[in-house]
């Protein structure tokens, strides 16, 4: 690629491409790629343009900057600190080492009244110079950007011919301080601070210490990624726990060869702890930059579903959510256990696409007040993104204020509302083309499925989920097949839009007991017949070429 350098009194330089990037659509979350990718000549910097062309308020506006520490995330910060200072804004907040989670970025832009943020992460993909790297937008409300932005930065990435940075010297963001490129701020802050300080306003701290003080051992998995700094701070500083609770708790570019994806096959090693050698009565583990979480109690998984429902029905025994809660929202492929929930609590209950960026707008009418997804994603109107420490801290508070164990919480819950069995498959890493002739087919079938005998029930609906916002009336189409069954099963199929490595399909399987049923069964087993049926009807095995899943949650 050949460059032409003009160079303006301010050492503004611009940059010409002569070519542009094809492939910087951004998916589910962000715009996500190989390490590799980003570090082409002007990779990153034309989709930082694209985000600076459009995103409103640029212009004397506040950003805030940060990422999950993973292989790159300075490199990145510089560039953009360059850029930003080119285009004009007045000011880029950004954190010491470049350390900010994903949860307490929103936080800062919401405090901050920025005009948005850019938070440098892949999230729960794999790290380090042969991993993942990752930019995700966040507007002004400090949540993912919407749609219609995310669109509109796409198609300027399509015609974009240029991109402008100051040329100046990279700035030291090992310590706290002020700088400045030409007008423009960098304020470098502690990442954590802010969000430390808002935990404690939703949060009993005391409450939580006692319970850990009594007999009550707990360990957390930071995964080496960007929530270490952060639970050492809550769990050992500010809650007492002993020194060792916060497993995996620096920050190492490449996560120390860990997938940071708090689930059981990735962090298998709490699993162990928890499931098999049971030393612990509560567990936890959050992803790369901090916003999903896996809750663990002694023998206990507690399905991130499920999750959603406990936190939902348990929510007046919390400080920060005593005065009630509005409504609820989960992701179309999350189990309705907290559907059960919203009607007992007589509150609104919202079934969004999957992705954080559409619960936005009803946490911002004050529509909802808790939201969350089956993918370990529960959050509140407290940022407007999901919150792994968050919910971790919500946990302990129940149970603080509860004094029962985890599996005791479940059981409680199941005997009240019944029990929503549910498992996602993911077959991970399939051959693109294979990938989309499978949902196309699956699609297809569809239509004629409506009515007729299905894993031993009768479908009722079946097509491809089409979301209209309640606020905005924006329409979301083609966003996961559905086949919901007379007996309240439901079967979700669709593409991921996170994986870099060919595609993967998740398979969301669920099948309803009621609280007079056997609660205490197998999922798998439950859920056999949805399984089998799925797999023959779609040819899963015969098209992918696998005859399991990769990951089952
Ligand atoms: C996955 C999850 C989705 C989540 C998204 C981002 O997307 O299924 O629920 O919102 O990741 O999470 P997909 O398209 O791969 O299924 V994160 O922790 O990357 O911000
Ligand atoms: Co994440």
């Known amino acids: 690629m050949k460059h032409q350098e003009k160079v303006s009194p301010f050492s503004e330089?611009?940059?010409?491409?002569?070519?542009?990037?094809?492939?910087?659509?951004?998916?589910?979350?962000?715009?996500r790629k190989s390490t590799k990718k980003f570090c082409e000549k002007d990779y990153l910097e034309s989709f930082i343009e694209a985000i600076f062309q459009t995103l409103p308020g640029i212009k004397g506006g506040t950003l805030v900057l940060g990422g999950d520490g993973r292989?790159?995330?300075?490199?990145?910060?510089q560039i953009i600190l360059k850029m930003g200072a080119a285009h004009g804004l007045k000011k880029i907040i950004t954190t010491t080492k470049g350390i900010l989670s994903t949860p307490a970025a929103?936080?800062?832009?919401?405090?901050?009244?920025?005009?948005?943020?850019?938070?440098?992460?892949?999230?729960?993909?794999?790290?380090?110079?042969?991993?993942?790297?990752?930019?995700k937008v966040n507007g002004a409300?400090?949540?993912?950007?919407?749609?219609?932005?995310?669109?509109?930065?796409?198609?300027?990435?399509?015609?974009?011919?240029?991109?402008?940075?100051?040329?100046?010297?990279d700035i030291s963001i090992t310590a706290k301080g002020k700088h400045f490129l030409s007008q423009m701020c960098v304020e470098v802050i502690d990442g954590v601070d802010d969000y430390i300080h808002l935990m404690q306003k939703l949060f009993d701290f005391e409450s939580i210490k006692q319970l850990i003080n009594d007999d009550f051992p707990v360990i957390f998995d930071a995964m080496n990624a960007v929530t270490g700094p952060y639970a050492h701070y809550l769990l050992e500083k500010l809650l007492e726990a002993p020194t060792g609770t916060v497993l995996n708790g620096s920050p190492l570019e490449d996560f120390g060869g860990i997938h940071p994806d708090p689930n059981l096959t990735y962090a298998s090693d709490l699993a162990e702890l928890l499931l098999e050698k049971?030393?612990?009565?509560?567990?936890?583990?959050?992803?790369?930059d901090g916003d999903r979480n896996m809750i663990l109690g002694k023998d206990c998984f507690v399905n991130p579903s499920d999750s959603l429902a406990v936190i939902t029905a348990n929510a007046h025994l919390i400080p920060g959510y005593s005065e009630g809660i509005t409504g609820v929202a989960r992701s179309m492929p999350t189990s309705s256990a907290v559907d059960v929930v919203a009607k007992e609590l007589n509150i609104k209950c919202f079934e969004t696409p999957t992705g954080w960026k559409f619960?936005?707008?009803?946490?911002?009418?004050?529509?909802?007040?808790?939201?969350g997804e089956e993918s370990f994603g529960t959050g509140s109107n407290h940022v407007r993104e999901k919150d792994g420490l968050w919910a971790v801290l919500f946990w302990l508070q129940i149970l603080s204020k509860r004094r029962l164990s985890v599996s005791e919480i479940m059981k409680e819950h199941w005997l009240k509302y019944g029990r929503h069995y549910y498992s996602r498959h993911d077959y991970e890493g399939i051959e693109s083309k294979a990938a989309n002739d499978l949902y196309n087919r699956l699609e297809n079938l569809l239509t004629s499925l409506t009515g007729k005998p299905f894993a031993g029930s009768i479908?009722?609906?079946?097509?491809?989920?089409?979301?209209?916002?309640?606020?905005d009336k924006s329409i979301s189409s083609r966003q996961g097949l559905r086949i919901l069954l007379e007996d309240k099963s439901r079967i979700i199929v669709r593409m991921s839009g996170t994986g870099t490595k060919g595609s993967t399909l998740r398979v969301y399987l669920e099948r309803f007991v009621p609280k007079?049923?056997?609660?205490?069964?197998?999922?798998?087993?439950?859920?056999?017949?949805?399984?089998?049926d799925i797999n023959s009807l779609a040819e899963i095995e015969r098209r992918t070429g696998m005859n399991k899943p990769t990951v089952i949650t």
């Open 106 to 135: 929103s936080n800062l832009i919401r405090s901050q009244n920025a005009i948005g943020g850019i938070i440098l992460s892949a999230s729960h993909n794999p790290g380090g110079a042969n991993g993942d790297f990752g930019v």
């Open 359 to 371: 619960f936005g707008n009803l946490l911002d009418a004050n529509e909802i007040t808790i939201c």
């Open 13 to 31: 330089k611009k940059i010409r491409l002569t070519n542009s990037f094809e492939d910087q659509k951004p998916g589910t979350s962000g715009l």
């Open 278 to 288: 049971k030393q612990y009565s509560f567990g936890a583990a959050c992803d790369g």
């Open 71 to 77: 292989y790159g995330n300075e490199r990145a910060i």
């Open 459 to 471: 479908v009722t609906v079946a097509d491809n989920f089409e979301y209209t916002d309640p606020i």
């Open 516 to 532: 007079t049923g056997d609660l205490d069964q197998d999922p798998q087993l439950v859920l056999k017949q949805l399984i089998d």
């Open 141 to 169: 409300n400090g949540g993912p950007a919407p749609e219609s932005l995310t669109n509109e930065i796409y198609r300027y990435t399509k015609k974009l011919k240029e991109y402008k940075l100051l040329d100046v010297p």
